[in-house]
């Protein structure tokens, strides 16, 4: 009975799980920031942009 209960590993406190949740909301507004900036492009006036997707020409932007 002595060893059963020295091998018994201890519960997280709240504290903990607390942290990890708001580590994983940090993470994934963080993921979603980039995610959004990457989508995102500015033209400059006196050039032209073109648009792909899947190897065809989409949009063309002055």
């Known amino acids: 009975m002595v060893a059963a209960a020295a091998t018994a590993t201890p519960a997280d406190p709240p504290e903990n799980k607390h942290m990890n949740r708001i580590g994983l909301i940090v993470a994934s507004a963080l993921l979603a920031l ?12 006196r050039q032209l942009a073109v648009v792909y997707a899947l190897g065809e020409i989409k949009e063309v932007i002055n």
Do not use: G, P
């Open 34 to 45: 980039m995610v959004l900036a990457s989508t995102l492009f500015v033209v400059d006036q």
